[in-house]
């Protein structure tokens, strides 16, 4: 969904990444930011929360005529349905990122 969206084209490819691996993590439950995410990437969690919170923004606020093909390939279970993954309530993406 960043690739359409021109606000994204001036984040690094590695930090952009490395938001969206961090907002899948905490939408699914799966736990935190560990050291050796931090390590490996380069990203402290705080760096990655304010990009975060404007993908779950962008989650959230999605037109919904955009991106039609993608939105339909991305239902698929092939895909594991993650296009209709529900995005994450903005207060309590806020509280999960401040207490971990």
């Known amino acids: 969904m960043t690739l ?3 606000d994204y084209a001036r984040e690094s490819p ?3 990444a490395a938001s ?5 993590l905490t939408m699914k439950n799966l736990g935190g930011w560990t050291p050796t995410l931090e390590y490996y990437s ?6 990655l929360h304010p990009l975060v919170k404007r993908l779950n923004f962008l989650l959230t606020y999605q037109p919904c005529d955009k991106l039609n093909a993608v939105r339909s390939k991305y239902s698929h ?3 594991f349905e993650v296009a209709k993954v ?3 309530d903005m207060l309590k993406l806020e509280e999960t990122l401040t207490s971990s």
């Open 20 to 24: 969206c691996l961090l907002l899948a």
């Open 86 to 88: 529900t995005p994450m």
């Open 77 to 79: 279970r092939v895909f």
């Open 4 to 6: 359409q969206e021109y």
């Open 42 to 47: 380069g990203y402290s969690a705080q760096e």
């Open 14 to 16: 590695s930090k952009l």
